[in-house]
């Protein structure tokens, strides 16, 4: 069964910092996709990055890019130059490629507080 | 507004009455998927929909919970006789050709 690890139940960054967020993933199958959601406080969730699997270059989405390592089944987000709107609860998430349902399966979240 | 809906955002209940939620996906999404989200925990997958057919269930819907699409639009679910344990938020998401999925705000259940 495919199960995603987010070890991390919260980090703190000052504004205009760099801060990275660890994920691991398990799965036996070779082609599958992996994203970054965040989920701001009482607000509805929204995709941040999204990696293929069979693609060595790691994503990048202006201040936020990823560090793929497809053998350690890690998935890091880093985000640089961080603001005080990127405080939010992120959730790493799986999603097997050419699936029945496509449906996703997510890691227990990082909460992402930003200091001024 | 031509993102995913849901209705109610959020609903208050007693423990054995009957709930239903409603979402309204991205007009062209054909693919409509039940998610749940308990407190610290990541959203689990409930069912998916892709048009009016329902082609995957959760071992986490029970008996108590039914999803419907009936014309391939909006969808609803209904949890009947709830329990305090249903208590949770359900999200509600699309995708169309484009396979990423699009969140509604999700609909907050509490079961007093």
């Known amino acids: 069964a495919q199960t995603v690890t987010q070890s991390q139940p919260e980090m703190s960054v000052q504004e205009a910092e760099t801060v990275t967020l660890s994920c691991t993933y398990d799965t036996s199958e070779s082609d599958y996709y992996l994203f970054w959601y965040k989920q701001p406080p009482s607000r509805q969730m929204i995709l941040v990055i999204r990696?293929?699997?069979?693609?060595?270059q790691n994503a990048t989405e202006n201040r936020f890019s990823v560090n793929f390592q497809k053998a350690a089944k890690s998935f890091s987000l880093k985000i640089s130059d961080s603001q005080l709107g990127d405080a939010a609860m992120y959730f790493c998430a799986y999603r097997v490629e050419g699936g029945a349902t496509n449906k996703l399966i997510f890691g227990t979240g990082t909460l992402l507080a930003v200091q001024p | 507004d031509t993102g995913v809906s849901q209705d109610p955002r959020h609903k208050i209940t007693k423990r054995g009455q009957n709930v239903t939620f409603r979402c309204d996906p991205i007009?062209?999404?054909?693919?409509l998927y039940w998610y749940r989200q308990t407190l610290g925990q990541g959203p689990e997958f409930l069912t998916y929909?892709?048009?009016?057919?329902?082609?995957?269930k959760s071992r986490l819907l029970s008996d108590r919970f039914s999803a419907e699409r009936p014309k391939g639009s909006f969808s609803t679910l209904e949890i009947q006789r709830t329990e305090q344990g249903d208590s949770a938020m359900y999200l509600c998401?699309?995708?169309?050709?484009?396979?990423?999925?699009?969140f509604g705000p999700g609909t907050r259940l509490t079961v007093l």
């Open positions: 990696q293929e699997a069979y693609k060595q």
């Open positions: 998401a699309s995708t169309g050709l484009v396979n990423e999925q699009f």
């Open positions: 929909f892709q048009n009016e057919a329902q082609l995957e």
């Open positions: 007009s062209e999404h054909n693919r």
